[in-house]
């Protein structure tokens, strides 16, 4: 099946540890991004990458950081700098036109 | 930068009653987006609108594009309890070519 997969569902965390949170597809999309969704705030865009080793901000990208070695992976580091981590994260890619997301991962952090 | 608003907020209807959904950008939008996410779920892609003036229907939604593509609509006729869930609307600006800004959402809620 082709598809986005993001794991952990979910995520707990202590204050001041850094946490990764996984992101593959298999649909052969060069375009790939995070999203962080609060409540009553929908989607912010965190990073987006459209091509391998390339990667720009996007309207929240303080605290986060990401890499993009491989066309199916792009993973999510959430710092310890990042303020107010606890949130549902989404990560979605697209070939042209929609975007296809993955069934989130929802970090906590104590 | 750009700046996708969504109203209402939040919804509720009885079954059987339609619901709209309004999304207006600030700026000129390339083309406009609309997903739905169920309670608990992910947002999924539901149309993309790309002419001025566009309308499109898919069975009792009907979707429209502004003639300034600055604003869209999402209609329900006769809403059912599978509507339930967050419609996000999505707009793409000139220059910034796959990059998505999302409105706040409206959040559906259909009492049987």
């Known amino acids: 099946d082709g598809g986005i997969t993001q794991s952990p569902k979910y995520l707990f965390r202590k204050e001041g540890q850094n946490v990764t949170l996984s992101c593959e597809q298999n649909l052969n999309h060069d375009a790939m991004y995070w999203y962080r969704q609060d409540p009553g705030q929908g989607l912010r865009l965190i990073y987006y990458?459209?091509?391998?080793?390339?990667?720009q901000k996007g309207d929240i990208a303080e605290g986060y950081s990401v890499s993009r070695e491989k066309k199916e992976s792009f993973p999510l580091t959430v710092t310890s700098a990042q303020k107010n981590p606890t949130a549902f994260y989404l990560c979605?890619?697209?070939?042209?036109?929609?975007?296809?997301f993955g069934p989130g991962t929802r970090l906590t952090v104590t | 930068g750009q700046q996708v608003m969504q109203i209402p907020q939040y919804q509720h209807v009885q079954e059987g009653e339609d619901f709209t959904t309004y999304c207006n950008s600030s700026?000129?939008?390339?083309?406009i987006q609309w997903y739905k996410q169920r309670p608990g779920g992910h947002p999924v892609f539901l149309i993309q609108l790309v002419k001025s003036g566009e309308v499109k229907k898919q069975k009792r939604l009907t979707f429209q594009f502004g003639e300034a593509k600055k604003n869209s609509s999402l209609h329900i006729t006769a809403t059912q309890t599978t509507d339930v869930g967050t419609y996000f609307c999505?707009?793409?600006?000139?220059?910034?070519?796959?990059?998505?800004?999302f409105g706040q959402g409206t959040i559906l809620t259909v009492h049987p």
């Open positions: 700026t000129t939008l390339s083309n």
């Open positions: 990458s459209q091509i391998v080793n390339d990667f």
């Open positions: 999505a707009g793409t600006g000139g220059t910034s070519y796959g990059k998505l800004t």
């Open positions: 979605a890619s697209s070939g042209w036109g929609e975007q296809y």
